[in-house]
């Protein structure tokens, strides 16, 4: 049977679902923790007892351009996706300027202002293979490369130094169309990613599970066990690692949106926040000491919680709600938190009740600016693609950097 021709544009609109091999490191044995141990009860507050930034009688005060000043501007090629991190390099998505590859994984330096190449091309033989994703720090760099013919896929890392490998690559994980592409993050020198059966696969029955590698090291190890699908995938925010695994499973669906402390492999819980059941975060990440979860649609029961927009909180209480859908994953600082809906930001102030918006870069295309960085950072990162004046048409993407706080 003859194979569908694959190109630029399918390979940006298809889905992935891929599977799981194994690993191909060593995996240390007796790592993981179960999200059985340590698991906090529901958070399951009234609809009034959160200050709402924005309804009617609200103690917020609506000030322009409050909150952040521009720092610096970019333009990089049309096809360029940046992903977010934590460090001076960001990583990116490069097309290629032919059929093979269509995509190169890259790195710009909010520092100097440059694009550079890390992966020039896949790592795997057939032709149908892409790089798929990709995710770096300052010290490290991964990336997952998807056979869209067969599904299957690896995960790679690597040392990673001024904006190129340094030393060979070495293979994480290999996949097969029963499991997800993995979804991997990366702080410091360590790599974070997690493996989950595929809805449309022959493993939906098995568990979840988070597995960290530190750069240099011979084996991985699993570090958090889920009886289901985690919620969303791991971010990363001053040293802690954000998942949200399920958890209370025998209770019914429950999940946990929980923060590990990366410098000791995730073994510490630093806080957690369960939501009601059957409550399904769809962004979350930590800032300071306060969790910033958004919630996609709204449900019939769970109180505060189940209701779409974004809360900043802890478990305690004390809830700020920004009652807009959200688009991406808050960040901020001090205080500070930048939210997307739609296509502009709501910048929110807790410590002085204050609120502004950041708009889009003129011209973008209509979902506006993502954001290169998720929870805590100062210099907030974004990117948007950006048409030409003349022909309306997409002709490169504009970077910006945005100081909080000022």
């Not at 269509?102 to 892409?130: D, H, I, N, Q, R």
Request: aromatic letters at 10%.
């Amino acid at each position: 049977m003859r194979r569908p021709k694959l190109t630029r544009r399918g390979f940006f609109k298809a889905s992935a679902t891929a599977g799981v091999v194994g690993a191909a490191v060593g995996i240390l044995g007796g790592c993981s923790r179960n999200t059985a141990n340590d698991v906090s009860d529901p958070v399951v507050v009234d609809d009034d007892s959160a200050v709402s930034v924005t309804a009617d009688g609200s103690p917020y005060e609506y000030v322009d351009d409050y909150g952040y000043a521009l720092e610096a501007t970019w333009t990089l090629p049309l096809g360029c996706v940046l992903r977010p991190a934590e460090g001076s390099w960001i990583p990116a998505t490069v097309a290629g300027s032919s059929a093979l590859p269509m995509v190169k994984a890259g790195a710009f330096s909010c520092e100097s202002g440059t694009l550079t190449e890390v992966v020039s091309a896949p790592k795997g033989a057939a032709a149908t293979t892409v790089i798929y994703d990709v995710a770096c720090s300052d010290s490290a760099y991964a990336w997952v490369e998807l056979d869209m013919a067969t599904r299957a896929w690896q995960l790679y890392a690597a040392k990673f130094s001024g904006g190129a490998l340094d030393g060979d690559a070495q293979k994480l994980w290999d996949g097969t169309s029963d499991y997800d592409p993995a979804p991997v993050a990366v702080t410091g020198s360590k790599v974070v990613w997690q493996i989950m059966p595929s809805l449309s696969g022959k493993k939906t029955s098995e568990p979840s599970a988070c597995y960290l590698w530190n750069v240099g090291d011979k084996d991985a190890r699993k570090v958090i066990e889920s009886p289901g699908r985690f919620a969303i995938k791991p971010t990363v925010s001053n040293g802690n690692v954000i998942l949200a695994p399920r958890v209370h499973a025998d209770e019914g669906t429950f999940y946990g949106v929980t923060a590990y402390t990366a410098s000791d492999n995730m073994a510490s819980q630093v806080d957690q926040l369960v939501l009601p059941a059957g409550v399904k975060p769809f962004r979350a990440t930590r800032v300071g000491d306060k969790f910033l979860v958004s919630i996609e649609a709204s449900y019939g029961s769970g109180g505060l919680l189940s209701k779409m927009g974004t809360y900043i909180g802890t478990r305690s209480g004390d809830f700020v709600k920004v009652e807009r859908e959200p688009s991406e994953c808050p960040a901020g600082k001090d205080g500070l938190y930048l939210i997307k809906s739609r296509s502009s930001y709501m910048v929110v102030d807790t410590k002085n009740q204050k609120y502004s918006t950041l708009l889009s870069i003129d011209r973008s295309v209509d979902y506006g600016e993502f954001p290169a960085r998720y929870g805590d950072t100062d210099l907030f990162v974004t990117f948007a693609t950006v048409k030409d004046p003349d022909t309306g048409y997409p002709a490169s993407v504009t970077v910006r950097a945005f100081r909080l706080g000022v």
